[in-house]
Each structure stands twice: as C-alpha cells, then as structure tokens.
C-alpha cells in the first residue's frame, strides 16, 4: 500500500464491495462516501406551495428553482411524506388578523413570539396548492398544518405552541423511518422548525441545503442554520446523495 494513494484504494474498496455483492453504482457512491437513501429514510417535501414560490402572496426568493431537483431526489427515496401550510382564513399568522400590524412584524401570543405573514395558504385556495410542477406520485403522505385559527405551525411534527403533535412522529415511528432528509419551503421557518423538531423527536435529520430556499427576514437564515447544526441537524447538499 506504499504507492497507494486515497483514490486507488477507493477504487479497490468499491470493487470489493461489487465482488461482496453491491451494485456497482451502490459502491461507487459508497466509494465516493456519497449517501443512499435506504428503507428506513424519508424525504420529508415541505410547503412547496403556490404562495410560497414567485407570484405567491408570501414568495420566498427563487422558491421555484428548487423544484426540479426535489423531483429528482425525490425519486431516489422509497418514502416520501408532503407538507402543506393549511391556514383557516383569518389565521392568527395573518397580520390582516390583526388592526394596524403590518407584514413581517411580530406579536406575542400565548405560546411565544409569532412573526405576522402575509395572508397566504389559506384552506381550499390555490395559493395552498403545491406548485404545479411538483411530481412526486409515490408520496405517500400529505400531513397539513397550520389549521387551527389561534396557533401557527411551521413544523411538522409539532404546532408552534411546542407541544401539540400533527400525528408525523406517530406516523414514522409506525412505519419504522428512523432518517429525515429534508427539502422544501422556507428553509429559516417550516424547514428548520421540522429539522429541529425531527431531532427532538429522536430521529437523524439532514437539510439538503440546495433543495431549499429561505425568506431571511432580520437575519433569519444564518440564525436558522445556527440552531439546527447546533441541534446536531446535517447540512448536507444533494451532490452528497446518490440520485
Ligand atoms: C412558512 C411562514 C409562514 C414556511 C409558513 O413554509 O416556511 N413561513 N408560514
Ligand atoms: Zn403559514
């Protein structure tokens, strides 16, 4: 192994793993240390929705441009569970909800500081319709939240008072899913409240960074990375999964 450099013995690795068995592609991704998604991970496809992508009453920026890659991961996973934002209409997120508040500012309710939206995905809307190009016809789950008048929910595992479930963590533990891989809608609120909220549930969690996209309202974003690294979420990017 003198002259043996790390890409050599990569490639020794791999054709061992093909005479033990795995496909050839398996063990050049493994090889390449790249993850496959296995059967007891999920994707988890949040609020790619109509009001969230360009045109939408609260379009996160460039929110469209990640659709054609969560199809493609998508179809690398056997279980995939959708999310949508599912507001009765004038929800206590709304600032309309609320005399003389404005968008984006923020009010304090009972179970904690809530940032004032835009009115958007509110029940049987178009705008609460997942975007017209997500095609992922093997999911097997839409799990809604946000629906009841007097409490938010950007995760969706708990709603924002912290401990009211939306059924998910029943859901997986059920089915025996152990690893949430996430993509989707807004990377700083429904992506990174669900991240967290996966690990605190027990389940491993990874951001796949490229399929998501954030509203970064007063320094959201980097404070939401901040959090879910430190929660012990991984940031990974799709060049990261075998797809
Ligand atoms: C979301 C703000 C309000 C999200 C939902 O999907 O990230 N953000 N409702
Ligand atoms: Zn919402």
Do not use: C, E, M, W
């Given at each position: 192994m003198m002259d043996c450099n790390r890409r050599d013995f990569l490639k020794g690795a791999a054709s061992m793993m093909v005479l033990a068995g795995m496909s050839g592609t398996?063990?050049?991704?493994?090889?390449?240390g790249k993850i496959k998604s296995g059967g007891d991970d999920v994707l988890l496809v949040v609020d790619v929705q109509n009001c969230f992508t360009p045109g939408g009453s609260l379009a996160v920026k460039e929110g469209d441009q990640i659709i054609p890659l969560v199809n493609r991961i998508a179809r690398a996973f056997q279980h995939v569970v959708l999310t949508q934002d599912w507001h009765t209409p004038g929800h206590i997120s709304f600032a309309s909800s609320h005399p003389g508040k404005k968008p984006f500012e923020t009010i304090q309710l009972p179970y904690g500081t809530q940032v004032l939206w835009p009115d958007h995905c509110v029940q049987g809307t178009s705008g609460a319709d997942l975007h017209?190009?997500?095609?992922?016809?093997h999911a097997?789950?839409?799990?809604?939240?946000?629906?009841?008048?007097?409490?938010?929910?950007y995760s969706a595992f708990y709603e924002a008072d912290g401990k009211t479930p939306?059924?998910?963590?029943?859901?997986?533990?059920?089915?025996?899913?152990?690893?949430?891989?996430?993509?989707?809608l807004a990377t700083d609120f429904c992506v990174a409240w669900s991240a967290l909220d996966a690990r605190k549930a027990g389940f491993s969690a990874y951001v796949i960074e490229d399929a998501t996209r954030g509203i970064d309202a007063g320094g959201s974003l980097g404070k939401a990375w901040q959090d879910m690294v430190g929660a012990g979420v991984k940031r990974i990017k799709s060049a990261d999964l075998e797809i």
């Open positions: 398996a063990a050049a991704a493994a090889a390449q017209k190009d997500v095609n992922i016809p097997q789950l839409i799990i809604r939240k946000g629906y009841r008048q007097h409490v938010d929910s939306t059924g998910l963590t029943g859901y997986l533990r059920d089915r025996g899913l152990k690893q949430v891989f996430l993509v989707g």
